[in-house]
């Protein structure tokens, strides 16, 4: 399951998906894991937490992203939820790339890992392709 956050530069967006990471240590089971690029949250969140800098692994455009993902799940069976900070300073910002990256995520999640990225741009600017995955 895909979940975007999305709103302009300085609306709240990561603190809000600090307070999700947080409040899932509590109720989730499984792992958690959060990517960014840089180590901005690092500090910010809970040590069961498993974090990743996009950096480090020279994760740069929507494919790559994608690829490391899929990575990620086929070696740990056990993610439940991952939380990315700031996708499109990962991937660029191509918003029909982004689009088509997510459904392809979408697929390869399916109900047994929910994926939540903030995205800063405006609503009005994305494409359906992933204003469908606002929530």
Do not use: H
């Not at 609306?11 to 792992?31: P, Q, V």
């Not at 740990?76 to 990962?90: A, H, Q």
């Amino acid at each position: 399951m895909i979940k975007l956050i999305i709103g302009e530069k300085g609306t709240g967006k990561t603190k809000i998906m600090i307070d999700m990471m947080n409040e899932a240590i509590a109720s989730t089971n499984g792992s958690l894991v959060c990517i960014e690029k840089g180590s901005n949250l690092r500090t910010q969140i809970n040590y069961k937490v498993r974090w990743c800098d996009t950096e480090f692994y020279r994760v740069d455009g929507f494919d790559s992203f994608y690829g490391f993902v899929s990575g990620m799940l086929a070696g740990n069976y056990d993610i439940e939820k991952i939380f990315v900070d700031g996708i499109l300073k990962i991937g660029g910002r191509d918003f029909d790339s982004l689009g088509a990256m997510l459904d392809k995520l979408a697929a390869l999640t399916g109900d047994a890992t929910t994926v939540v990225f903030t995205v800063s741009a405006a609503e009005k600017d994305m494409p359906e392709s992933v204003k469908k995955y606002i929530g």
